[in-house]
């Protein structure tokens, strides 16, 4: 029997959903707000929430990740609007297992149910984040937990796998972690970097060729897929693949089998397909500089990972690891770090991910050769610097620009630069703009939308930013 | 960008890849790791950005030392020259996770290719310098 909590403020919509609950054989737990709902997934083991967008206090989708760290980590359903795709939409990418539109048949909601649940049965089965190797990869956020959760899911089969992300993620730890948790762990993983690799070399490294292929070919040349056989081929910065090496690897992909250049015979490889990119492959796809075929191949299964500026939590965890991991290899007692340099940490958004914190962690170590403590004077200057103004600017920007800061003496220090000046006047005109709006069609985001002009999804994220509730 | 070589043994291919080094960046300091501590204490140092390490191994159990400090490598590009087309040499290359694999009994075309590619798209804001 499963615990099945139904968040929602309509006790008819409440009780409806409970029956359904309880006559597929689970209990139902109710709670009419959101500050409800989060104390009783808080202390109560569940297994799935059904949770309304549209409550008293505050919006749903605000409160998914809140709910997804509860400890019986549940799979989420979202109630959403009938025929609201932008709701729909975001309560996916905010980790919703799925969405039901209000109202539902009584089949659809056992259905959604049941699969939800089915799922985190299968989930249960498989191999727990923590059981496999990671290869490096640190963090326990629960995006981190997901992609750990894939994969171990990877791993046990020989799909071909895309990993997404921006640059300095992980893409390729992730790439390795699936290989050494695979059955092919004994044989290599090979990697080609298509970015590194000019054009008129990929094919010959990636194939091989044969002696008198070509001018400079004065021998044969075993290729990369040939040398991953029994192991994995890592395609790393996929996107930047030519046309034509794009058409010749999807046949490959097919066939797992290939023509050395310049030779006669074809070759077999046995090889699982790993491939990586920083890129919007779909979007080079509608460009026409990525093939439809290929991608589709290439996606047999997805993995996409988030940035560091999404999983703040992991910072403590990946700054603890690579300071202590840089004593080691410093052969030096591991530092302490002050509550500023980790703060500091915190704010900063980290564009370069993963490795610019390990880069910024390096420096900081070298920059303190004998001190026991890190503070942040240690860090790069560059992220000081950025910090320090990104706070200057908050605070010298004021919502709406002072009449005398417009003008007045172009020398004063504190005379505001026009960007900050068009910033202010922005923030303060949007924010206005949303209160009249919310005002106005009384909380009623769909009526907000036809209104404004406006996607949901827009409208949640500018509602989030200025915080603003739809509660009038 | 920095360029770090290594090299255990002085021989005619460390010459010729110094000079594709050089050719490429003529800024490169000239100097060679010549054992694991030497190359260690290189790959310790902070680095500005990203930098890439020419590996030339003279046999099997040169590529073999560099595994226990391949944490060293990491934000570091590595371009292996491996010493003969074994498997068990080639098996023990990709441990490395090369971005370019070749041999000591090349004429390197491919190291001045892949070395002028990683360091002009680098410096080009539109190029491909992350991963």
Redesign the interface.
Same mark, same amino acid.
């Given at each position: 029997m499963a615990h099945i909590l139904i968040i929602d403020d309509d006790p008819i919509v409440c009780e409806t959903i409970s029956h359904i609950v309880k006559h597929l054989g689970h209990e139902a737990i109710t709670a009419h707000s959101l500050q409800e709902g989060i104390e009783k997934v808080s202390s109560e083991a569940v297994d799935v929430v059904l949770l309304d967008v549209q409550m008293p206090d505050g919006n749903g989708l605000e409160a998914v990740p809140g709910i997804r760290k509860a400890p019986s980590s549940p799979e989420i359903i979202i109630l959403t609007g009938y025929g609201d795709a932008d709701g729909a939409e975001l309560a996916i990418k905010n980790g919703a297992w799925d969405y039901l539109e209000k109202p539902s048949s009584r089949q659809q909601i056992s259905l959604t149910l049941t699969r939800a649940l089915q799922y985190r049965q299968q989930k249960g089965a498989i191999k727990p984040a923590e059981a496999i190797k990671r290869e490096g990869i640190v963090g326990n956020s629960p995006q981190m937990r997901d992609c750990l959760d894939l994969v171990a899911q990877a791993a046990k089969g020989d799909a071909n796998v895309l990993i997404t992300g921006e640059t300095g993620t992980g893409k390729e730890l992730f790439a390795l972690a699936i290989h050494n948790n695979s059955r092919r762990a004994n044989s290599s993983f090979v990697v080609v970097d298509c970015a590194a690799l000019p054009k008129n070399l990929v094919e010959s490294v990636l194939f091989g060729h044969e002696k008198g292929a070509f001018t400079s070919a004065d021998r044969a040349q075993e290729g990369l897929i040939r040398q991953a056989d029994g192991g994995t081929l890592f395609l790393d910065e996929v996107g930047e693949l030519s046309p034509s090496v794009q058409k010749s690897f999807l046949r490959v992909l097919q066939e797992r089998r290939f023509r050395p250049i310049g030779g006669k015979e074809e070759i077999k490889s046995d090889f699982r397909l790993i491939a990586a990119s920083n890129r919007d492959l779909d979007e080079l796809v509608r460009r026409q500089q990525f093939r439809e075929d290929l991608l589709f191949r290439l996606r047999t299964f997805a993995i996409e990972l988030p940035p560091l500026r999404e999983r703040l939590e992991d910072i403590k965890e990946l700054v603890r690891h690579y300071i202590a991991q840089l004593a080691e290899e410093h052969g030096q007692q591991a530092k302490d770090l002050s509550p500023e340099f980790m703060d500091l940490l915190a704010r900063y958004p980290w564009p370069g991910n993963v490795r610019e914190l390990v880069h910024a962690l390096e420096r900081a170590f070298a920059a303190a050769p004998g001190e026991p403590t890190l503070y942040p004077k240690h860090l790069p200057t560059n992220i000081r610097t950025q910090l320090a103004r990104t706070s200057i600017r908050k605070k010298a920007a004021p919502a709406v620009v002072p009449a005398e800061r417009r003008g007045g003496d172009p020398t004063s220090p504190t005379f505001a630069t026009l960007q900050e000046v068009r910033e202010a006047a922005l923030v303060d005109v949007e924010r206005q703009y949303l209160k009249d709006l919310i005002e106005r069609t009384e909380g009623d985001i769909q009526q907000a939308c036809l209104t404004s002009g406006l996607s949901r999804s827009r409208l949640y994220s500018l509602l989030k930013k200025y915080g603003i509730s739809t509660a009038t | 960008m920095d360029v770090v070589f290594y090299s255990p043994t002085n021989g005619s291919s460390e010459e010729r890849l110094q000079r594709v080094i050089e050719s490429v960046t003529p800024a490169w300091e000239g100097t060679v790791c010549r054992t694991i501590e030497d190359l260690?204490e290189r790959l #310790?140092?902070? %680095?500005n950005d990203l930098a890439i390490a020419l590996l030339l191994a003279e046999k099997r159990e040169d590529i073999e030392g560099l595994l226990p400090v391949s944490? #060293?490598f =990491?934000?570091t $590009?590595i371009i292996l020259i491996a010493p003969d =087309?074994n498997k068990e040499t080639?098996?023990a290359a990709? $441990?490395l $996770?090369? $971005? #370019? #694999?070749t041999y000591s009994?090349s004429?390197f075309?491919?190291v001045f290719?892949?070395l002028a %590619?990683?360091i002009a798209?680098h410096h080009n804001p539109n190029g491909?310098?992350? =991963?």
């Amino acid at each position: 029997m499963a615990h099945i909590l139904i968040i929602d403020d309509d006790p008819i919509v409440c009780e409806t959903i409970s029956h359904i609950v309880k006559h597929l054989g689970h209990e139902a737990i109710t709670a009419h707000s959101l500050q409800e709902g989060i104390e009783k997934v808080s202390s109560e083991a569940v297994d799935v929430v059904l949770l309304d967008v549209q409550m008293p206090d505050g919006n749903g989708l605000e409160a998914v990740p809140g709910i997804r760290k509860a400890p019986s980590s549940p799979e989420i359903i979202i109630l959403t609007g009938y025929g609201d795709a932008d709701g729909a939409e975001l309560a996916i990418k905010n980790g919703a297992w799925d969405y039901l539109e209000k109202p539902s048949s009584r089949q659809q909601i056992s259905l959604t149910l049941t699969r939800a649940l089915q799922y985190r049965q299968q989930k249960g089965a498989i191999k727990p984040a923590e059981a496999i190797k990671r290869e490096g990869i640190v963090g326990n956020s629960p995006q981190m937990r997901d992609c750990l959760d894939l994969v171990a899911q990877a791993a046990k089969g020989d799909a071909n796998v895309l990993i997404t992300g921006e640059t300095g993620t992980g893409k390729e730890l992730f790439a390795l972690a699936i290989h050494n948790n695979s059955r092919r762990a004994n044989s290599s993983f090979v990697v080609v970097d298509c970015a590194a690799l000019p054009k008129n070399l990929v094919e010959s490294v990636l194939f091989g060729h044969e002696k008198g292929a070509f001018t400079s070919a004065d021998r044969a040349q075993e290729g990369l897929i040939r040398q991953a056989d029994g192991g994995t081929l890592f395609l790393d910065e996929v996107g930047e693949l030519s046309p034509s090496v794009q058409k010749s690897f999807l046949r490959v992909l097919q066939e797992r089998r290939f023509r050395p250049i310049g030779g006669k015979e074809e070759i077999k490889s046995d090889f699982r397909l790993i491939a990586a990119s920083n890129r919007d492959l779909d979007e080079l796809v509608r460009r026409q500089q990525f093939r439809e075929d290929l991608l589709f191949r290439l996606r047999t299964f997805a993995i996409e990972l988030p940035p560091l500026r999404e999983r703040l939590e992991d910072i403590k965890e990946l700054v603890r690891h690579y300071i202590a991991q840089l004593a080691e290899e410093h052969g030096q007692q591991a530092k302490d770090l002050s509550p500023e340099f980790m703060d500091l940490l915190a704010r900063y958004p980290w564009p370069g991910n993963v490795r610019e914190l390990v880069h910024a962690l390096e420096r900081a170590f070298a920059a303190a050769p004998g001190e026991p403590t890190l503070y942040p004077k240690h860090l790069p200057t560059n992220i000081r610097t950025q910090l320090a103004r990104t706070s200057i600017r908050k605070k010298a920007a004021p919502a709406v620009v002072p009449a005398e800061r417009r003008g007045g003496d172009p020398t004063s220090p504190t005379f505001a630069t026009l960007q900050e000046v068009r910033e202010a006047a922005l923030v303060d005109v949007e924010r206005q703009y949303l209160k009249d709006l919310i005002e106005r069609t009384e909380g009623d985001i769909q009526q907000a939308c036809l209104t404004s002009g406006l996607s949901r999804s827009r409208l949640y994220s500018l509602l989030k930013k200025y915080g603003i509730s739809t509660a009038t | 960008m920095d360029v770090v070589f290594y090299s255990p043994t002085n021989g005619s291919s460390e010459e010729r890849l110094q000079r594709v080094i050089e050719s490429v960046t003529p800024a490169w300091e000239g100097t060679v790791c010549r054992t694991i501590e030497d190359l260690s204490e290189r790959l #310790l140092q902070p %680095k500005n950005d990203l930098a890439i390490a020419l590996l030339l191994a003279e046999k099997r159990e040169d590529i073999e030392g560099l595994l226990p400090v391949s944490n #060293l490598f =990491r934000n570091t $590009r590595i371009i292996l020259i491996a010493p003969d =087309r074994n498997k068990e040499t080639i098996a023990a290359a990709h $441990r490395l $996770r090369p $971005r #370019l #694999l070749t041999y000591s009994d090349s004429d390197f075309a491919d190291v001045f290719t892949v070395l002028a %590619k990683i360091i002009a798209d680098h410096h080009n804001p539109n190029g491909m310098g992350g =991963r």
